[in-house]
């Protein structure tokens, strides 16, 4: 669905989209953003879980930190693991999130995934199923919606 120029990374219709296919009984719906920075953070008031994808070659850590993405992931995946900078992205991120895990109800998890070979694809899923989980159990599932 194209965005129309609107701001905020999402276009003006995807939240009515989301709620049809919650009532229609979808457990799990994924939505794609235009990419999000300080400006486009309207995916925080549509999704429960929001999984931030850097790249390692890109030197996206430290682009996450600089566009305030911190404040708008759930989970962090570095996808392509197997790019030679793939670690330093995975520790820079680890690094840049002690402050704030540990501090509250949630630790933000660092994912390495690496699509063409299925790797940590079922760790992203499972930690999606941890986020959900501490959402209902603390009851921030039912306020968010």
């Excluded at 911190?70 to 392509?80: G, P, R, T």
């Amino acid at each position: 669905m194209a965005t129309r120029g609107s701001m905020g990374g999402l276009p003006q219709t995807a939240s009515s989209v989301i709620k049809v296919l919650d009532a229609s009984g979808k457990d799990i719906i994924l939505v794609e953003t235009v990419g999000v920075g300080q400006s486009e953070v309207d995916i925080m008031k549509s999704a429960d879980t929001v999984v931030v994808t850097l790249s390692p070659e890109s030197g996206d850590a430290i682009q996450a930190m600089k566009a305030g993405l911190f404040e708008v992931a759930d989970i962090f995946v570095v996808n392509k693991a197997d790019h030679p900078d793939a670690t330093h992205s995975i520790l820079a991120l680890q690094t840049m999130l002690q402050p704030l895990n540990g501090s509250g109800w949630w630790n933000i998890p660092v994912v390495a995934t690496e699509a063409v070979n299925d790797i940590g694809i079922g760790e992203l899923y499972q930690q999606i199923q941890r986020h959900r989980q501490a959402l209902s159990e603390t009851g921030r599932l039912s306020q968010q919606r």
